[in-house]
Each structure stands twice: as C-alpha cells, then as structure tokens.
C-alpha cells in the first residue's frame, strides 16, 4: 500500500483540471439552484452544448477556437432561453424531470446519425484544441512538489481553469451582494412575496439560468479542449448528479461553496479510487468482493452514498448557511 | 452470476471513458499503436465463448477490402487502406451449428464508418439456432457499454415488407414496450399519489427483480423462471417496503422537504444502480429459459408465444390492480389517502400503513415489470434507469397520482416510441417519449387523468 503515491494522487486529483472543470461548472449550478433556487437538472446539457460548440465550430467549420467559445456561449444562451421560458413556472421537482429529460433528449439527438456530419455523432470529434496547447507557456516538463506534479499540459489548463473559476466567483459575488442579487434570493424564498413587491420574477430566474448556463458551457468547452476530445455519452445525467453532490457538499447558496466542494470531492473520489485500486491490485481486498474492474462503479455508488447522507444529516454542506437554504422545509 | 470475461472488463473499461475527463488527459477514443485505420472484433458464441474459424469479409466502394479468420480466442481483424465507409460480412457458413446471428441480416453490417487513425470494433451479435431472429427496433442502451454496436444501428429493416404490416407490427411492440413501462410506472404514480415523492430509484427496483430473477433461474439454482420471478417480485416488494420504513418515514416525520427527498432519492439511485452493476457485471444477458422461440404469425402481425404472454399477463396484472384500488378495503384507503392526505388520517385510516403497502405493491409491481422487460429484452445494469425516464413519461402523460392514468400514459409513451421508427432512426425512438414528456408538462402540467394542482 503505497500511501504517498495514494496522497499525491489525491492532491493531484484535487488541484486538476477535472476540479477546476467540475468546480466552474458547479459554480453555474450554484447560481441556478443556490441563489435562485431552480432545480436544474440539466445541467449536463449546458455542458454537452459548450462542449459541442467549440469542437464542431473548429473541426466541422474550421473557425478559431475563440470563435468556437462564442459559439459554445451562444449556443447555451440559447438553450437556457429554450429550456427556461416553458418550464420555469413548473414546480421544483416537475422542473427536474423536465431538465433531465431535456439533457437527455439533446444528447440523443447530438449522438444521432442525423446529425453526425456535424457533430460526429456516436464517435464524437477529436484534435480541435491544438492552438490552445500552442500557446502553451509553460516548456515541456513536469512541475511540482514530491509526489504531486503536472505535465506542461495539464498545468495549462489548470491554470486557464482556475482563473476562470476565479473570474466566475468573483462575478458570481459581485452579482450576489448587489440588489439583484437579493432579489434573487428574494424569488427563491417566497416567489409570492416577490412578486406582490413588483419583482418581475420570471426575469430574474430566466437570467439566473442564462448566468449559470454560461458557466456550465464554459466548463464543458474547457472540458472537451483538456481531453481533445467530444463524445456524447460522456455528458450523461451522473454529471450532473456529480454537481449537485458538488454543490451541496461545499454549501450551496454561498460563493466559494462550489470551489471547495469541487476540490473536496475530488480529493475524497481520488483517494478512494487510488486505495481501492491498489487495495484489489495487491490482495488486500479479496477479488472475490471487488476485483480491479469494479473500481469505476464503486467511485459512482459512492457518490450516491454521498448524496443521500448530506442531505439527510447535513444538507447546508460545509460552509453553507443552514438558515439561508431551507431545502430541508417542506 | 459474475463471470470473469474480458468482455466485463471492457464495459466497465467503457463506463470509465464516460466518467468525463479521466485522470489520463489522452484524447478519447480507440487508437492503435501503428495509427492505421482497421476494423475488429471478436467473435463470440451465446455463452461468450470464443469462436475460431469464423471468416470475416471487409468490403469498400469497389470491392472486397479484405479478409480475416478468427483466431483461439475469437479475434480477427482487417487493416484498411484509409477511413471511409465500409462494409462488414460475417460468413454464416463458417459458424459452427447452433450459432446464428441475433438480428435479421445481422451477418451484413453496412455502413461502417471509420474515422482516420480509428481502429474500429464491429459486434456481432450470436444466438442459439433457432431463436427468434429480432428486428433492429430493440432499445439501444442510453449509455453505451462496449457493446453499443454499430449492429443495432444498421442491422436490415424488419423482415415483413408493407406499409401497413410494418405500422401493425409497431402498433404490437409498442404495446408491448408500453404494458412492460405500465406494470412499473403504476407504482410509481402511486407513491406519488400517497407521499408526494418522485422516486427516481424506482428504475433500480425494475433491474432487482430483473437480476433476482436472473439470479435465481440459471445455475446453480437453476429454478423455472416462473419460479424465479415469483422470488423477484418477493425480493422488489421487500427492498420497496424497507426503503419506506428505514428511509422514506423517519425523513416524512422529521419533517423533511419534498426537494431534499427527491434528491436523496436520487443518490439512493445512483448507488443502487451502481451496486447491482458490481454485483452483476456490465454485460446484457438473456433468461436461459423462453429465449428460442418461433414467431406466431397471427395475420399480419407476428409475435412470439413469450412476448404475448407478457402482454397478456401484464393486462392482467392491471386489471388486478385496478380491481385492488376500487374494490378492497386497502385500495380504497390508498385512493383516499392519495386524494387528501389529512383528511384520511382523520377518518381513522393508518396513513403509514398504507404507504407501507403501496410501497410493497410498488415494489414488487416494479420487479415484475422487470423481469418482463429482461424477457423481452435482456438484463443489463441500468436497464432500470432507462426504462425510468420513459416511466416517468408516461406517469406523467396519464397524471401523476393517477394509476390507471399511469397506464394509459405508458401505452402511449410505448406506442409513440415504437412508431416514430417509422420516420426517424432507431436511437432516436426515447427522444420523441422524451420530448413528450416536456411537451406534456408545458401544455398540461396534470396530464390526462391528473388533477389540477399547482404544478408551478
């Protein structure tokens, strides 16, 4: 049992670029269902649009990759319109359904033979993102401290990442401490009495969900250039169940709650993939409980553990307000 | 039950590509050492045996490409010339007896496309001699294992040729499809009905009673399925009633909110879901027993005897239920406590015993429902997941709270799905019940049978 390795793994996994993606897009989350209290569900569709957008412009089209982030931006703009006019008078958990069921439905038909001369359909596309690693400053090598390094490449994005998480939180807090802001928090606690002050509420959670889409297209553009690589299956519901988990473990409805549960929960997912990893690889957990293979799904049920035992003994999370987010009140 | 196959490697090998961005910053996707384009596969019997001997044809626009034989361990391969579009036949003449391709011209793949640097894996699909060739109309998988094959994507057209047969045939699977959704999604609503909780882990009770029942009819045990079923619908009405009683009313006492239940059920789940993928392993298999069987030509339709016999049973099955709901003493109390919670409790109606029971009911409605969909289908890990959102679907078209509007909607979210092959590609067929869904929830948010209440 190789500790160290285990630890610098779990770090690695904590400081990545997978925790600044998750983090980014959980910072959109945190908008949509932490301050305005929208059950968005679909999360993982802003992501598979923002994703889609920057490959297909580049691969498909030839266009630059600054011209794919527009298009990427747009396109959740977009769907947050779409997505939000019809639905967002429904009630929390109708909304869930109806974003989930969305989500779905757009990667069913980004998947599709329809539209596979666009998007590549069950196959994906791949190798847009190379004038993003071009401009690359870092020279080739590995940076870092022990046992936690980074190549040049994924240092790159670490860092593009994490400012832009950083510019989110800021924007987020400057948004949230602003009237807006409390007229937001306003809608989520009593959507009645917003109204009878002449809130124009169905404004404010339509801007919300643009705001927060935003993000999450941002966070899947990121996502598909750190892996060169879009897929449809790949931005499938357990994203977004991730995100939530995300959300609601670092404390939803608070700025930097997002950030700090993303890097918890990346640190607690790494760790228990590298122990049971070497756990099944070296004997020390049978094969007859879990061989080697099952490791993926045991990191999903775990979350889902996760999940379920937040919400019932804590759901504020780590440093949420148990006063301010009520979602344990009927 | 978990048979250490390289295949179960793969699939979980699959389902950590999904997991989005994995530790590894390698572009996704399959790539061989030397970078040219190929097309594989491995050749397998039923039980997953490697076949040898068994000749693979690769042809392109202007003739055969190339040829392989596979080898011990089932494997053949065909480097290409370039990407493109290319042709795969499987010569049936080289299987050995007792072995024929799953779907109708299943030994013909066309239009197989190859992306540059892209060695691709090509399935096909092996039953028993004598099986019910299906059609390509049965349920891609939502998310894809390794064996989201092109096969069921392009596999012929089904066997029967006119316009009309084709619609009668659709019409018959589709009721087929929406009695299986309806056996499950009745439990659903009435959980719905009574404690005002989505559960999004009732798909997992469908996939117990699918895997309890898989467990219990092959070896060692070896019981008749009828036998194992009646084990599954026990197992589903157990996990239902111990759900409710360990999690579902200490929380409802405590006061917790609907959203904060909706979402633990959520992550009950997610890890159920994965769980029973541990325990089973992510490959679909079939029944041992019911799975060679002829079509029964009735006009122009065609059916095999198991198929019909699930729609008959899951007929009766609702009818069961219906005659529960209005004519026992349980039923009633169940409507009553759906209708106004408070109310029924104050007439003297013991509400926690009759959400016990509807979750019992629910449950082992749910497993039933499964094993008739691991008939018609197969058993695969998430089946219940998929069959979830069309649940939800038609739950949701019929009125949620409403059982028999639960039926009706899922016979149509079945109907719908079936017959938009008609137009549209097979992978899309969910999408349109989907979209329904949404549609359905904009315009009238109750549903068919639904009462008005707030939705918004």
Known sequence: MDWLAILGNSVRGMLGPEAAIYALAAVGLNVQFGYAGLLNFGQVGFMLVGAYGVAVSVATFGWSLWAGLLVGILCAVVLALILGIPTLRLRGDYLAIATIGAGEVLRYFYRSSYLEPLTGGVFGLRQFANPFFDANPFPPGRYGVGPVTFDARSLWVMTVGWTMVLLACVLVALLIHSPWGRVLRSVREDELAARSLGKNVYGFKIQALVLGGVFGALAGALLAVNVQSVQPDSYNPVVTFYLYTIVILGGASRVMGPVLGSIVFWFLVTFLDSFLRQATSSGLIPTSVLEPGDVGAVRFAFVGLALILLMVYRPAGMIGNAKELRLDVR | ?456
Do not use: C
């Not at chain 2, 659709?170 to 959980?191: H, N, P, Y």
């Not at chain 2, 549903?447 to 008005?452: D, E, F, Q, T």
């Open chain 2, 1 to 456: 039950m978990r048979q250490r196959l390289a295949a179960a490697v793969l699939g979980v090998l699959a389902l950590l590509l999904m997991a989005p961005a994995a530790l590894a910053s390698t572009p996704g996707g399959v790539r061989t050492a030397d970078s040219a384009e190929a097309l594989k596969g491995t050749i397998r019997d039923p039980e997953g045996e490697p076949l040898e001997g068994v000749s693979i044809t690769v042809s392109g626009d202007g003739g055969e490409v190339g040829t392989a034989s596979t080898g011990g361990d089932g494997e053949w391969q065909v480097d290409l010339p370039g990407p493109g579009t290319y042709t795969v036949t499987l010569d049936t003449g080289t299987l050995p007896d007792g072995v024929q391709t799953r779907n109708v011209g299943g030994d013909v793949l066309t239009d197989v496309v190859v992306r540059p640097q892209q060695a691709r894996t090509v399935i096909f699909p092996l039953v028993p001699a004598g099986t019910a060739q299906e059609e390509s109309t049965s349920a891609p998988s939502a998310t894809s294992s390794a064996e989201a094959s092109p096969g069921d994507d392009t596999a012929a057209p089904p066997a029967d040729g006119g316009g009309t047969n084709r619609v009668l045939q659709l019409v018959v699977e589709g009721i087929k499809l929406g009695a299986i959704i309806a056996i499950t999604a009745v439990g659903l609503s009435l959980v719905f009905g009574t404690t005002r909780l989505i559960n999004f882990a009732h798909g997992e009770l469908v996939t117990l009673g699918a895997m309890v029942a898989f467990f219990f009819s092959t070896s060692p045990l070896t019981l008749p399925l009828v036998v194992a079923a009646v084990f599954a619908v026990g197992a589903g009405a157990l996990t239902g009633g111990t759900m409710e009683r360990v999690l579902w009313r200490p929380l409802r006492g405590r006061g917790a909110g609907l959203i904060q239940m909706f979402i633990i059920s959520i992550g009950v789940s997610l890890f159920l879901r994965h769980v029973l993928l541990v325990l089973f392993g992510s490959r679909r298999r079939q029944y041992s027993e019911y799975a060679v069987q002829e079509s029964l030509d009735l006009g122009p339709v065609s059916i095999t005897p198991r198929d019909l016999i699930v729609v008959v049973l899951s007929g009766l099955v609702i009818l069961g239920v219906a005659f529960m709901l209005q004519r026992t003493r349980i039923g009633k109390a169940m409507r009553a406590v759906a209708d106004n919670h408070d109310l029924a409790e104050s007439s003297g109606i013991d509400v926690n015993r009759v959400v016990l029971v509807v979750w019992l009911v629910g449950g082992g409605l749910a497993a039933l429902g499964g094993v008739f969909y691991g008939l018609t289908q197969a058993v695969y890990w998430d089946m219940g997941f998929n069959l979830l959102l069309l649940m939800f679907a038609g739950v949701i078209l019929g009125g949620l709270g409403s059982a028999y509007g639960a039926v009706i909607g899922s016979l149509v979210v079945g109907l719908i799905a079936q017959l938009s092959t008609l137009w549209f590609p097979t992978e899309l067929q969910y999408a349109w019940a989907l979209l329904v869904l949404i549609v359905v929830l904009l315009v009238r948010p109750q549903g068919i049978l639904g009462r008005v209440e707030r939705a918004g």
